[in-house]
């Protein structure tokens, strides 16, 4: 079983350790947690690309790459992440366990301190950020917000969101959007690196063989600048447990497409007041998260009406996207089919096999996670944010000891409120 031990550095900053000897690498994430917002998701998703580009000591990236290169080939590289309506920024770095290393040299300690310095002793002029470096990335980042619509897919579920949480930050891009990315200044992106090295909560997530009280002394020696304050209260994520509106929402966008997308999205509905999220995990494998599930063996495979067709769970919002690739001229009926299938779960149409397969799939990924450091990090900090008090093997357990009536009351509870459809021009 993973051990994790946790430690209070701060008022604001924690340190999470999970001790495995299995991987031939350490793993240090270090993140700054903010309410997500439409005025300044893009800075704070650009925050961290400049820090990145140099320090007070290593003022470039030329410099910053003997850096690493003396540190073993060690990574340090930015971390923009959205839990909910949550905006997670900072720093992910892996780097050489030290059993690897000749003679008693400690990289732990070497990473963990360039990391510290990147985060609190940037590149600056007159006491700004470098101008050339918000610039430059600036301009990767407006190339990337414009990058989405390449992908189809992806594009279609954040449109989704964007269109059914119009009215939630949920609907916000984790990047922000263009105009208001092209509007930053190395004046305003300074004012906002300064408030949130005053105020955000900080969480640091290390995964690796060496002993928790070693990382701890690493980490507060590196972070040893950060202000003591108390971090500011964030209002969280708002859990709506109904519908927008009584009526379906359709929201319709024309592309240079030769194939359609169709996105549902789903309120939790009341299972989200308690919410039991090996259940929520069960259910989705069940619905359409697995290759056994109903939506890839009924509405893809056996009846053929889509590419692909797929269901999501977002537990920080408590809502389901169920994603599709599908001809034009089969919309409707890809529609009724998807909404056909949850019904026969909410009617207990849940065969053994079916049953126990999605089980498997879920203690199968939850598993799996466990043998890959950064797939580890990403599952103890998503379960952080979530509030879960275990680690991926003891959620693993628990998945295996759901019921088919908690799957099906959980269906139940589930209430269709928006689809979006892309259509070709």
């Known amino acids: 079983m993973l051990k994790i031990q946790k430690f209070e550095l701060s008022k604001r900053v924690t340190l999470t350790c999970a001790a495995t000897d299995k991987f031939k690498t ?63 920024i900072g720093f992910y770095s892996d780097f050489i366990d030290d059993d690897y290393v000749p003679g008693d040299e400690k990289v732990l300690e070497r990473v963990t301190a360039l990391l510290g310095e990147m985060l609190l002793s940037p590149a600056t002029s007159g006491g700004q950020l470098l101008g050339e470096y918000t610039d430059s990335e600036k301009r990767n980042l407006i190339d990337e917000i414009r990058a989405e619509i390449n992908n189809k897919r992806a594009y279609a579920q954040a449109a ?18 263009e105009k208001t990315a092209s509007a930053i200044t190395a004046h305003s ?51 709506r447990i109904n519908p927008t509106s009584p009526e379906v929402r359709r929201f319709t966008e024309k592309l240079d497409v030769t194939q359609g997308k169709l996105s549902l999205g789903f309120r939790m509905g009341e299972t989200m007041r308690a919410p039991d999220y090996a259940a929520l995990a069960v259910f989705n494998a069940a619905f359409g998260n697995s290759v056994t599930s109903k939506l890839f063996l009924n509405v893809r495979e056996k009846l053929s009406l889509c590419y692909y067709a797929s269901s999501a769970i977002e537990k920080h919002k408590g809502v389901m996207i169920v994603s599709s690739g599908v001809e034009f001229a089969n919309f409707e009926r890809a529609y009724d ?16 096999w079916e049953f126990l397969s999605a089980k498997r799939a879920v203690t199968t990924f939850l598993l799996a996670q466990l043998d890959d450091p950064q797939g580890l990090e ?36 589930v ?11």
């Open 189 to 239: 992106l300074t004012a906002q690196y300064k408030k949130l090295i005053d105020t955000a909560k900080v969480e640091v997530f290390y995964i690796g063989s060496a002993a928790p009280e070693r990382v701890r002394d690493a980490v507060s020696s590196a972070l040893s600048t950060l202000p003591k304050t108390k971090a500011d209260d964030v209002a969280g994520t708002e859990i």
């Open 415 to 425: 209430k269709l409120d928006s689809a979006y459809f892309m259509e070709g021009k």
């Open 26 to 88: 350490g793993v240090l994430s270090v993140n700054l947690i903010t309410q997500l917002s439409r005025e300044d998701a893009a800075k704070n998703a650009l925050l961290p690309k400049v820090l990145r580009r140099g320090t007070s000591t290593l003022p470039d990236m030329r410099s910053l790459s003997e850096a690493f290169d003396d540190l073993y080939g060690a990574r340090i590289v930015p971390l923009v992440r959205k839990k909910g309506e949550l905006q997670c």
């Open 337 to 352: 089919e998807i909404l056909k299938n949850l019904d026969a779960i909410r009617a207990g149409d849940v065969s053994d």
């Open 160 to 177: 989704l969101w964007r269109n059914m949480c119009a009215d939630e930050a949920f609907g916000v891009n984790k990047l922000g959007d």
């Open 378 to 413: 990403e599952a103890c900090f998503d379960q952080l944010i979530a509030g879960i008090p275990y680690t991926p093997d003891e959620y693993a357990t628990l998945a295996e000891a759901v019921s088919r009536e908690k799957i099906i009351e959980i269906a139940n509870s």
